[in-house]
T-cell receptor, first 114, second 111 residues
């Protein structure tokens, strides 16, 4: 079946440094790639997304890149801060007119060292 | 305020009990979803409802029974659960291919 692989599963970086999380997907029909952040005791919250007609998107300290040919996409967090500590999930989604099918990666636990 | 509210937040039940999880969305979305989140595993899609109609059942055991009385409410009825069903159950909603919005989940523990 279709799947999304996410690496690394855990990541520890010094405060102020950058963090990179990488994902690959298998469904060539996927056209939307959201990233979610899940803090302890909370549900996943959308932090940034990218659609298949765009190669890169940036929102302040967060950026996402997409290589459709290679079926790779990555999350980049610069100038990391303690509040960036959380579990991050990538996802590959195929959108239809009325609903969507989404497959999540297994998550990356990011820890920011003070 | 997530726009998607799940109750209860925590639930402990025995294997012979019957309980229900509730999800309510205040976003005007037409699609609602149930996910299971277990430790060290990807989010598993369980059910999808679109305009109150079930459009996907991801091979979920019959001890989980969803109900969607309207586009704003989604229930998950539970009976005769197994210890391996202990997990965080997440509800989400979306509209027309837009991002899914998640609730904070119900932490379910089966004794």
């Amino acid at each position: 079946g279709e799947n999304v692989e996410q690496h690394p599963s855990t990541l520890s970086v010094q405060e102020g440094d950058s963090a990179v999380i990488k994902c690959t997907y298998s469904d060539s029909a996927s056209n939307y790639f959201p990233w979610y952040k899940q803090e302890l005791g909370k549900g996943p919250q959308l932090i940034i997304d990218i659609r298949s007609n765009v190669g890169e998107k940036k929102d302040q300290r967060i950026a996402v890149t997409l290589n459709k040919t290679a079926k790779h996409f990555s999350l980049h967090i610069t100038e990391t801060q303690p509040e960036d500590s959380a579990v991050y999930f990538c996802a590959a989604e195929t959108s239809y007119s009325s609903a969507s099918k989404i497959i999540f990666g297994s998550g990356t636990r990011l820890s920011i060292r003070p | 305020e997530t726009g998607v509210t799940q109750t209860p937040r925590h639930l402990v039940m025995g294997m012979t009990n019957k309980k229900s999880l509730k999800c309510e969305q205040h976003l005007g979305h037409n699609a609602m979803y149930w996910y299971k989140q277990s430790a060290k595993k990807p989010l598993e899609l369980m059910f999808v409802y679109n305009f109150k109609e079930q459009t996907e059942n991801n091979s979920v055991p019959s001890r989980f029974s969803p109900e969607c009385p309207n586009s704003s409410h989604l229930f998950l009825h539970l009976h005769t659960l197994q210890p391996e069903d202990s997990a965080l159950y997440l509800c989400a909603s979306s509209q027309g291919g837009q991002p899914q919005h998640f609730g904070d989940g119900t932490r379910l523990s089966i004794l």
